[in-house]
């Protein structure tokens, strides 16, 4: 079955930069674009931004252009999500989730990665 | 991008039915038929319930739909059940996408 597995939890000083991976199986790669959703505790979810697994084209939040990138690797089946310049208020869980059959329809997601910023 | 617009929250007794709804623009949820909902258990990560307005992935129980009116889409779920108590979010798709402030259901 589908399934999306993400990095571990990390924690980083203000002003660093996170690196989080997502890797897919189950399916075929390039067939399907991943969205990176992020919610901060105790508040809602947050879009930040897709990309293309299969000609990497890339839609960003308003509130995460010029912060963040994402890529992907096809040999590997794995997408990164890069946030820099991190701030307290980045202290997060994120989430990669893949876009279904329909666009915004997230129909797979992984099991999210925890991203603590703290000095 | 705004938030879209939810209640805060909802209660309503086992068997009965609740109705969330999700407010946007003409330019988001009122302009495109991309709106789905999400399911979230505390802890744990989101789970699609109902995609392109009403349409309900395999597995997901009829007791859950989806509409649309306008700019506002709504989620119904009937026979609500103890399990039901999650935070919803409605998610619009308009070239990027933007979710709702979400809303949750206790089942008292």
């Known amino acids: 079955q589908a399934q999306l597995v993400q990095s571990g939890s990390e924690v980083k000083k203000p002003g660093a930069s996170v690196n989080v991976s997502c890797k897919a199986s189950g399916y075929t790669f390039a067939s399907y674009g991943i969205n990176w959703v992020r919610q901060a505790p105790g508040q809602g979810l947050e879009w930040m931004g897709w990309i293309s697994t299969y000609k990497g084209d890339k839609d960003y939040g308003q509130n995460f252009q010029g912060r963040v990138t994402m890529t992907t690797d096809t040999s590997t089946s794995i997408v990164y999500m890069e946030l820099r310049s991190l701030r307290s208020d980045d202290t997060a869980v994120y989430y990669c989730?893949?876009?279904?059959?329909?666009?915004?329809?997230?129909?797979?997601w992984g099991h999210g990665t925890t991203v603590i910023v703290s000095s | 991008q705004s938030a879209l617009t939810q209640p805060r929250s909802v209660s309503e007794s086992p068997g009965q039915s609740v109705t969330i709804s999700c407010t946007g623009t003409?330019?988001?949820?009122?302009?495109?038929?991309?709106v789905s909902w999400y399911q979230q258990h505390p802890g744990k990560a989101p789970k699609l319930i109902i995609f392109d307005v009403s349409k309900r992935p395999s597995g997901v129980p009829d007791r859950f739909s989806g509409s649309k009116s306008g700019n506002t889409a709504s989620l119904t779920i009937s026979g609500l059940q103890a399990e039901d108590e999650a935070d919803y979010y409605c998610c619009s798709y308009a070239g990027t996408s933007v979710f709702g402030s979400g809303t949750k259901v206790t089942v008292v």
């Open positions: 003409i330019s988001d949820v009122g302009g495109y038929n991309y």
């Open positions: 989730a893949r876009d279904g059959d329909t666009p915004g329809g997230m129909d797979v």
